[in-house]
């Protein structure tokens, strides 16, 4: 059997012990400390006397006494492993160490903030993708360092996706491709903000972004959001007393409570931008999955709108794991700056990815998996509507999104939500509490993603979070 990775095994030699046992102390320090993990494979007696020069039959004596005790397991014709259960000592059976990553409680209903389903991601199409990749005849291209900002034709056509379908007018210029929006966030962040720079930012809203702009010196602001989405006369109270040198939005589904900005609050704010010199940076981070007759377009698509930078992904679309964002502005020396940082942090793309997603696209199977992928979030919303209203009707105020992986709550009390959080844990229940999302003093919320949840495990967890409330 081939192993992974070389294992050492480290032992200091005494004298009047038999080396044989001093060897086969030496695993059981390793397999207690949890170096060495249930089932990883040991290096043959052969390799194992190499490596610790002593005679092979030592080595073999010492690996019989682990088999003998119960350490270790032979599997013919594959080697020898550590043993999933360690042998009993003092009349106890000995717990394997926990992995590393302080093994985690498993939940059986997890509540995200609107992670897509990865079941119905089109893997075996991204996998076909990949092999036809290989399979070219001028592949080595793919392998060699391209342009920090993307791969020039796939920019192409994410440029040509955004001026389609969201009323966009950009070039591939005025793109770069990232690894994730998050990515996309820090790179704007760092190329747009100086130290003491303020930034306006939803409340309740998105802490990672937050935490991207605070990295670059920049100081928030709070807005706060209502039915409408943000509250334009609390912009114009900050623009009164202080130098804005961006607002960051959601505006098509503001995270987390799903509230679409409306158009009378859309023109004043690109009003506002152009008149005072701030940037909206508009982060769209599920404009895919829409479920009413037309989805509203971005505020980027406004031609008199002089100052953004747009924040899209892929991520939902193709595969949450594959992170491919993106960054969209007219800034040109901005973006020079974004192309200079990019190379310092991560050379470039993913380049072999960007090939295949774009030839997902061109081939239809993007179009084809969105819409079957809006079908299937949309059945499973009105699945989750229908346990809301039979469930929580009556202990929480909530509207049907046309869009989006989340629902949004807000109970009809006061909830002490730090309790209800442990007491949901306790009945294997994981919520994302309001202070994730919260500016100061946590909103009273709950944002209650669905779309990679079961039917069954939308009823016990809205179940359980009823009988709690």
């Not at 696209?361 to 299937?376: C, F, L, M, V």
């Not at 039979?390 to 949004?408: D, M, N, Q, R």
Request: a positive charge; one cysteine or more.
């Amino acid at each position: 059997m081939l192993r992974r990775w070389k294992i050492t095994i480290q032992w200091d030699k005494k004298a009047g012990r038999p080396i044989y046992l001093q060897i086969a102390d030496a695993v059981m320090k390793d397999i207690r400390s949890g170096r060495l993990q249930p089932g990883d494979a040991l290096p043959g007696s052969r390799d194992l006397a190499q490596l610790l020069k002593v005679n092979r039959n030592t080595v073999v004596e010492a690996l019989n006494e682990l088999l003998t005790e119960g350490w270790i397991v032979s599997k013919e014709r594959k080697g020898t492993f550590v043993a999933e259960q360690f042998p009993r000592t003092g009349g106890q059976q000995e717990e394997a160490p926990a992995a590393t990553g302080h093994g985690q409680q498993r939940f059986s209903v997890q509540f995200d903030d609107g992670h897509p389903s990865s079941k119905i991601a089109p893997v075996a199409s991204l996998a076909r993708a990949y092999r036809e990749i290989f399979q070219r005849k001028a592949k080595w291209q793919a392998m060699s360092y391209v342009n920090p900002y993307g791969e020039t034709s796939f920019r192409k056509e994410i440029a040509l996706m955004l001026n389609h379908q969201r009323g966009m007018r950009v070039r591939e210029n005025d793109l770069c491709i990232t690894r994730g929006s998050q990515m996309a966030m820090y790179l704007a962040a760092h190329c747009l903000f100086s130290k003491g720079d303020y930034v306006l930012v939803e409340n309740p809203g998105y802490k990672p972004a937050w935490n991207a702009f605070e990295s670059a010196g920049a100081r928030l602001l709070p807005v706060a959001v209502d039915g409408e989405g943000l509250v334009i006369a609390d912009v114009k109270k900050y623009l009164r007393s202080r130098k804005i040198k961006a607002v960051y939005i959601t505006p098509h589904r503001q995270y987390p409570t799903t509230v679409t900005l409306s158009q009378q609050r859309r023109l004043e704010l690109i009003r506002l931008s152009n008149e005072h010199g701030f940037k909206i940076l508009e982060d769209d981070y599920d404009n895919e999955f829409h479920f009413g007759q037309r989805p509203v377009l971005p505020l980027c698509s406004f031609p008199e709108l002089q100052h953004y930078v747009y924040i899209g992904t892929l991520s939902k679309v193709v595969a949450p794991a594959l992170r491919i964002g993106y960054m969209v502005s007219s800034d040109r020396a901005m973006m020079e700056r974004v192309g200079a940082l990019r190379k310092i942090i991560d050379v470039q793309g993913d380049i072999i990815m960007e090939h295949a997603v774009l030839q997902l696209i061109k081939d239809g199977t993007i179009r084809r998996h969105i819409k079957k992928a809006s079908h299937y979030y949309k059945t499973v919303r009105d699945i989750t509507a229908g346990l809301l209203d039979e469930y929580l009707s009556e202990k929480t105020h909530y509207t049907v999104p046309e869009g989006g992986l989340a629902f949004w709550l807000v109970p009809r009390m006061k909830v002490d939500w730090l309790k209800l959080s442990e007491s949901l844990k306790a009945k294997g229940v994981l919520i994302i509490t309001p202070e994730s999302f919260s500016y100061g003093t946590p909103v009273n919320g709950l944002r209650l993603g669905y779309a990679a949840l079961s039917e069954e495990q939308l009823r016990d967890g809205i179940k359980v979070l009823s009988a709690l409330l």
